[in-house]
């Protein structure tokens, strides 16, 4: 179990303290980036001219793309990767990085956190976050990572052999190039090996898990607002990381307040339920027409019910 830190009243003060000096202070942009505090907000940190600059990246991002419009992807209990009917359980986030043209302006703010500041990009950067179970994390990590592993080790091999004392004579003896040429055979088996293999395992896991983060739902209506995946595809599988923590600040962090859940009564009517009952609720309890609010007539007379 790990200990928390506890800090003096003054150091929580200092720590806590508001930026009354920021631009971005009450506005949507510093509410886009949702950093944890003032004192750890990066853009608090930049000259006020490149805060200005922040100012504007981040609202034309807020007005582009809405924290609400990102929260459905973090905030899912179920994997939005898995394919069919029975979805898994969320258990990770996958992370990948979408971009859109931004003609008003020639820098982007760094948005995630441990990022470095002022990135010279002429794109809007929106980085995503997106519920994801362990079935298809290690689909995604085995495309990732088997293929290139077979083909190393199939060049190694080649190599090992080649230069072996016993092999490299008997080829040297059919020709001086023959050694050479072996190693170049072995590299190119590698490199087809590599290809052939991705696109096996691409064809044989996009039957059961999402591959291609456009097919993910929400993405098709980004891609149709201007924005695209920064990385480029292998074989149509997108590149994705995974991390199992949350990533708790900076842009497509925001998470949606308490008092904006759910409806008291989605399926009651039109009219707001207090306690259990319609406000103006009319009962039929035997009471004529007087309305019954909590179970009580309001100025009941006792006399009705002798």
């Known amino acids: 179990m790990e200990n928390k830190i506890e800090y003096s009243e003054e150091i929580e003060k200092v720590v806590n303290q508001v930026n009354e000096d920021c631009p971005l202070l009450g506005t949507d ?3 886009m980036l ?4 003032c004192t750890k907000c990066s ?3 930049l000259k006020p001219e490149k805060q200005q600059a922040a100012l504007g990246s981040l609202t034309r991002l807020y007005e582009t793309v809405p924290p609400e419009k990102l929260m459905p992807f973090y905030t899912s209990e179920t994997c939005l ?6 979805k898994g359980k969320k258990e990770c986030y996958g992370l990948f990085d979408m971009s859109k043209r931004d003609p008003e302006g020639d820098w982007t703010i760094a948005v995630v956190k441990h990022r470095k500041i002022g990135v010279k990009v002429a794109d809007m950067l929106l980085p995503m976050q997106v519920a994801c179970c362990s079935d298809c994390k290690r689909r995604h990590r085995l495309f990732a990572f088997i293929p290139p592993l077979i083909a190393l080790i199939v060049i190694a091999a080649g190599l090992i052999l080649t230069t072996s004392t016993g092999l490299y004579k008997i080829l040297y003896d059919i020709a001086s190039w023959m050694p ?7 590299i190119l088996l590698g490199v087809a090996l590599h290809f052939i293999i991705r696109s096996a395992m691409a064809s044989a896991y996009s039957k059961k898990t999402i591959m ?4 993910l739902p929400g993405i098709a209506e980004l891609e149709e607002m201007g924005f695209k995946e920064v990385a480029e595809k292998k074989n149509g599988v997108s590149t994705v990381v995974f991390s199992n923590k949350f990533r708790e600040h900076g842009v497509g962090s925001l998470l949606p ?7 008291p009564c989605p399926d009651c009517g039109e009219e707001p339920r207090i306690m259990g009952i319609w406000p103006a609720e009319e009962s039929k309890h035997d009471h004529g027409d007087e309305p019954c609010i909590m179970g009580r007539i309001p100025a009941e007379d006792p006399e009705k019910h002798e």
């Not at 990767?81 to 029975?86: A, L, N, V, Y």
């Not at 050479?180 to 072995?186: E, K, P, Y």
């Not at 291609?212 to 097919?215: A, H, K, L, P, Q």
């Open 29 to 31: 942009a510093c509410r």
């Open 34 to 37: 949702n950093a944890e505090n």
């Open 43 to 45: 853009v608090g940190k």
């Open 81 to 86: 990767f898995c394919k069919g009917e029975e």
């Open 180 to 186: 050479a040429l072996t190693m170049v055979i072995f």
């Open 212 to 215: 291609n983060v456009s097919e």
């Open 257 to 263: 307040k308490e008092e904006d859940g759910e409806e």
